[in-house]
């Protein structure tokens, strides 16, 4: 059986698995009544069929059971008590480190459970109705002689409900679990995809799905009849028609007229046609291919050093190589070559459009809004022009999301920034900050820590990461805390970083035993009853059942109280040799110190563990420690994960080359640095920036690849860390506390919620907008500022948006775009700062120094990259198609 080649860039665009707080096109289909169905299922979804045959034969199968509404013949319970007992292998070849065992109702329950499984599938086969789905022949076929092998003849013949005898029980957990398991295993495959089938045709028939035809591959034909996004409530149907006359559509459109729900309608439902399954349509037919790729939401990878820009360039690279190997491919790009200027741009999709018009086996729809791109490509006569038009009802866009033959020529960008009041918020806006602070927490939101990478233990290339060595529990707690709830008040920012300072100048080890303080931690959470007698009887009490049954709550508290006298200890121990110079953390080690010095816990220091201890003592101390000094244990283990936290950050700062920032009353209205860098990136290059009241606004440029963005998540990490009282990438920094930080980096569209890319820009910059409207002292990062939509709305959305940013001086800005024409309209305004990142040619070769200079960039090498990558060769490159 042929699979589709397809990718996690595509399936992350179609929204198969959905994200955390949304549901994905898997959990439309997901109706599966058993585990295994389930994982089966997910398994379809992420190997599409690339086989006419195996399509059309599994579609056969599903809209058949959906057309008899035969009902599922297998309660879902025998299925958990199956696998619950195959998961133990309890024979003489088993691994010896395997101690699992199963007790004897599990077994029974098991045994019991398969002879059900088999009866009810040898009913259900025989019905007469399934024996007249013929698609379904085969694997009946199959199912009959698993169930007929002669090992099983003994099942068949087990009529009786009740319960087996002992030697019955046996001689079947044997047969089932050792000499005809995997016979066993194979059934309950089948089982699961009988649940596929049975439960995606229930989602068909209950929400009117579809079931497409496959057509021969390489025929390059696509027929779809009112199709439409499976998750959409009320949605707008389209027909389309594709073939090797026409196999390249150009698509167009104004800002939320519907594009990139079009988009994801047809690519979804060509993706699910090729899984055999029903989709959200009236009807369709479509040509077999080989591989399904799409590009809708491409964000950038630092982890590779690749601008927005060179992801693209990377992406159609794979692409270009794939389509030269002959094969047919469905290819979809919505906006080409966004994060590149208008020029290129236009240059690279005319240039590379035509590429793909020379692969009449494949099919590619490339929308975009530089519609000049599509009047240059009227000559090929193979591509089709298509676009979504906008009506407009006096000055409000409506969108009728019908496709039209044609290119738009609607252009209602800076309708929609003015319907969102964007401007007139800006306009009237509070330009100076509140007198009295009612919130002293750092404002940020998701989207501004998603895209620095700010948090994620797991995740590598994360900020968290960096520092995620504590060693304890509550240490990773307390860091976790501190990446959350950044400071902002100078003075308490300063104090943690001196902290941080002092313990990296005495580099003192961690003091503590874990596995002792772990043993510590679970001991004190066991609470006690704050009557002492009561607590001396519960102990003898436990005393008297670890000797007669074994019970280990005795050996606990003794081996708990032994860990807390030891880590009482070392505590002591480190704070006595631990003498800083007067400073911000001498009063907390003093406390600590007067803390230890109390009688009871000096007493409680000197209790020999090695000696067996008394009942009496050690209810003595259980009741003495989890009730009198209940909150001086709480206060003492803060430490010692205080401790831990201040180790990590201070040798995480030595080894990484990090330095402490200097926090400034935020009246000041400062941020200057001098050898920033991404705290992440290896050699990465260092820059110095400076903004402050009279220079707010970094109006940044500079060609792709050049590192902008870098250099704004740089800025954004740098000074969020800094809140933090954290140390930062650079050689030194002095800023005056913000209370907040918002970032506009990577906005994807949000078909859930009906956002194209463009729209989701303008609800981005509206947050924006009303933030630093609200009168608070906000950074704000606009990386391409409005990059999804046509260059004059484009132009007039940035040079309007950042001349309204621009009365807000106790805000600072920095804002990127290839629209260089913006910048020289802002020239006359004296708060805004002009910068770019160059680029020096080796011969046609670009080479980035990745260094920030003074003034607006002219450089322009985004065709001079499309062609040192070669794609316009891949594309040319003719190979006969298979």
């Given amino acids: 059986m042929t699979l589709l080649q ?27 009544n058993t585990h295994g169905g389930e994982m089966l299922l997910e398994e379809i979804f992420r190997h599409p069929l690339s086989d006419k045959e195996a399509i059309n034969r599994r579609s056969s199968i599903i809209e058949n059971f959906g057309r008899l509404a035969i009902p599922f013949p297998y309660n879902a319970s025998l299925f958990d008590a199956v696998e619950k007992y195959l998961s133990v292998v309890e024979d003489s070849t088993k691994n010896k480190n395997n101690t699992a065992t199963l007790g004897e109702k599990e077994i029974q329950h098991g045994v019991g459970a398969v ?118 409530k009320h949605p707008v149907t389209n027909d389309i028609r594709m073939d090797t006359a026409g196999n390249v559509i150009f698509l167009t459109g104004a800002n939320m007229a519907g594009k990139s729900t079009f988009l994801r309608s047809l690519s979804t439902a060509l993706y699910i046609a090729h899984m055999g399954f029903p989709v959200a349509a009236r009807s369709m037919q479509f040509s077999v291919m080989d591989g399904i790729y799409t590009t809708i939401n491409l964000p950038d990878n630092l982890g590779i050093g690749a601008s927005h820009f060179y992801m693209e360039v990377l992406r ?23 994060g590149t200027n208008v020029k290129d741009a236009h240059e690279a999709t005319v240039a590379v459009t035509k590429g793909f018009a020379e692969h009449r086996n494949s099919m590619f729809i490339i929308s975009s809004h530089i519609v000049e791109a599509g009047e240059a490509l009227k000559q090929e006569e193979n591509i089709h022009f298509l676009y979504l038009p906008t009506l407009m009802n006096g000055h409000v866009p409506e969108y009728t999301y019908k ?46 820590v998603d895209e620095l990478n700010l948090l994620g233990k797991f995740r590598h290339d994360s900020v968290y990461h960096l520092f995620s060595r504590v060693k304890t529990r509550g240490g990773e707690q307390l860091l976790d805390k501190m990446f959350r709830h950044p400071l902002t008040d100078a003075a308490a920012i300063n104090e943690r970083s001196s902290i941080f300072q002092i313990f990296q100048q005495a580099a003192p080890a961690f003091p503590f035993d874990v596995e002792q303080l772990h043993l510590m931690q679970e001991y004190l959470d066991v609470e006690v009853s704050k009557n002492a007698a009561l607590v001396l009887a519960g102990m003898y009490v436990k005393k008297w059942l670890s000797a007669l049954t074994r019970d280990e709550g005795y050996k606990k508290k003794v081996q708990g109280l032994q860990a807390t006298i030891i880590t009482l200890n070392r505590c002591y121990g480190f704070v006595e040799s631990f003498r800083p110079a007067a400073g911000p953390y001498t009063s907390r080690l003093n406390a600590i110190r007067e803390l230890l010095s109390d009688k009871r816990l000096e007493q409680l220091r000197n209790v020999d563990i090695y000696k067996a201890l008394s009942v009496n003592t050690l209810a003595y101390y259980d009741h003495l420690l989890k009730s009198r000094l209940l909150k001086e244990m709480e206060i003492l283990l803060a430490f010692i994960y205080e401790v831990d936290v201040n180790i990590v950050v201070s040798q995480v700062a030595l080894t990484k080359g990090l330095h402490y920032a200097t926090a400034l009353p935020a009246e000041k209205n400062i941020f200057s640095v001098k050898g920033l860098r991404h705290p992440c990136i290896d050699r990465a290059v260092s820059n110095n920036l400076s903004l402050a009241q009279n220079n707010n606004i970094l109006f940044l440029t500079g060609a792709n690849m050049a590192g902008k963005s870098t250099l704004m998540k740089s800025v954004g990490i740098g000074l969020y860390m800094a809140h933090m009282g954290f140390p930062v990438a650079a ?10 930080l918002y970032s506009s980096i990577n906005v ?12 989701a820009e303008v609800v981005r910059v509206k947050q924006a907008a009303e933030a630093a409207a609200s009168g608070k002292r906000l950074l704000l990062l606009f990386d391409e500022l409005f990059k999804g939509t046509n260059v004059k709305d484009a132009y007039d959305g940035t040079l309007s948006v950042t001349e309204g940013f621009a009365g807000y001086q106790e805000c600072l800005f920095i804002v990127s775009t290839h629209i260089i024409e913006v910048g020289e309209a802002l020239k006359g305004r004296p708060n805004v700062h002009f910068a770019y990142m160059p680029t020096v040619m080796d011969g046609v070769h670009p080479r980035y120094t990745y260094k920030l200079e003074e003034g607006i960039t002219s450089d322009r090498q985004g065709m001079m990259i499309i062609r040192n990558e070669g794609i316009l060769e891949l594309l040319e490159k003719k190979v006969k198609t298979v």
């Fill in 403 to 448: 496709l039209e033959q044609g290119i738009t020529e609607d252009r209602h960008g800076m309708i929609i920034i003015r319907n969102e009041s964007i401007l007139e918020t800006l306009e009237n806006g509070r330009k100076q900050p509140a007198s009295e602070k009612t919130d002293t927490s750092f404002i940020t939101d998701k989207q501004t």
């Fill in 748 to 759: 994807a569209d949000n078909i859930g919620l009906g956002y194209s890319h463009f729209y």
């Fill in 115 to 232: 002879i059900e499984i088999i009866h009810l599938t040898k009913d259900f086969i025989e019905k007469e109705e399934v024996k007249h789905i013929q698609a379904y022949a085969m694997e009946r076929e199959l199912i009959a002689s698993l169930i007929n092998n002669a090992a099983f003849e003994p099942v068949l013949r087990e009529r009786s409900k009740g319960k087996l005898s002992y030697s019955a029980v046996t001689a079947y957990d044997a047969l089932f679990r050792i000499s005809e398991r995997k016979q066993v295993e194979k059934l309950l495959g089948y089982i699961y995809y009988l649940d596929v089938y049975m439960s995606v045709a229930a989602t068909a028939m209950q929400r009117k799905f579809v079931f497409p035809k496959a057509l021969d591959k390489g025929s390059g034909e696509l027929n779809l009849e009112g199709v439409y996004h499976p998750s959409l």
């Fill in 731 to 740: 050689v030194q920094m002095t800023f005056s506390v913000r209370e907040g």
């Fill in 316 to 338: 159609v690279k794979k692409v270009a190589a794939a389509l030269s190997t002959g094969k047919s491919y469905f290819i979809l790009f919505d906006e080409l070559f966004r």
């Fill in 6 to 32: 397809t990718d996690d860039q595509t399936i992350e665009d179609l929204g198969i698995f959905g994200k955390r707080n949304s549901g994905g096109i898997y959990d439309i289909y997901n109706c599966s």
